[in-house]
T-cell receptor, first 117, second 114 residues
Framework: GAVVSQHPSRVICKSGTSVKIECRSLDFQATTMFWYRQFPKQSLMLMATSNEGSKATYEQGVEKDKFLINHASLTLSTLTVTSAHPEDSSFYICSASVDRGLADTQYFGPGTRLTVL | DAKTTQPPSMDCAEGRAANLPCNHSTISGNEYVYWYRQIHSQGPQYIIH???NNETNEMASLIITEDRKSSTLILPHATLRDTAVYYCIVRVAGRGGSNYKLTFGKGTLLTVNP
């Protein structure tokens, strides 16, 4: 159980276009989903926390108008990179939170590799 | 959340136990120890977590010292597919929300050799 999927797995786009990435929890309902970004040879950096039916909470330094997050249901969150530029090229990973007694556990998707030309 | 310290890299022979240490000397009473691993170009995989008792599941065992200032993740019979970066993360107990985010450090690159 606790499977998280992402679509697409890989996307190449032109500078200035927008890209949408979907994150789905396949076999559980997740009230909270998280979006991370990972640059080459670096660790994961949290971008934002998304709660179903409410506005996302963004980490310091992450532009909320550039990285639009929608969490419309308990199994789906989307990240839209608007007006993408080459510096947005990165590995984007989502996670979904499952209650485990007193402490929840986050399960991660396989990631989406974004390349902006 | 408390800071963790891990060795940058370790090697292990295939079939042997891999023991990955983590220091979290500033851990507080309501903070859990989580372990994740990331195989190259994939999303992190949850391994195990614990508060103060030792834990075991089908993937690994987690040994937490009595003072909770350090822990060891044990992969009992390492295989080549266990080669990955292993992250030890300390996080406050709770459910969901931005207060319960995971903060990833640099982790330990475990290389399992044939």
């Amino acid at each position: 159980g606790a499977v998280v999927s992402q679509h697409p797995s890989r996307v190449i786009c032109k500078s200035g276009t927008s890209v949408k990435i979907e994150c789905r929890s396949l076999d559980f309902q997740a009230t909270t989903m998280f979006w991370y970004r990972q640059f080459p040879k670096q660790s994961l950096m949290l971008m934002a926390t998304s709660n179903e039916g409410s506005k996302a909470t963004y980490e310091q330094g992450v532009e909320k108008d550039k990285f639009l997050i929608n969490h419309a249901s308990l199994t789906l969150s989307t990240l839209t990179v608007t007006s993408a530029h080459p510096e947005d090229s990165s590995f984007y990973i989502c996670s979904a939170s499952v209650d485990r007694g007193l402490a929840d556990t986050q399960y991660f998707g396989p990631g989406t590799r974004l390349t902006v030309l | 959340d408390a800071k963790t310290t891990q060795p940058p890299s370790m090697d292990c022979a295939e079939g042997r136990a891999a023991n990955l240490p983590c220091n979290h000397s500033t851990i507080s009473g309501n903070e859990y120890v989580y372990w994740y691993r990331q195989i190259h170009s994939q999303g992190p995989q949850y391994i195990i977590h614990g508060l103060k008792n030792n834990e075991t599941n089908e993937m690994a065992s987690l040994i937490i010292t009595e003072d909770r200032k350090s822990s060891t993740l044990i992969l009992p019979h390492a295989t080549l597919r266990d080669t990955a970066v292993y992250y030890c993360i300390v996080r406050v107990a709770g459910r969901g929300g931005s207060n319960y985010k995971l903060t990833f450090g640099k982790g330990t690159l475990l290389t399992v050799n044939p």
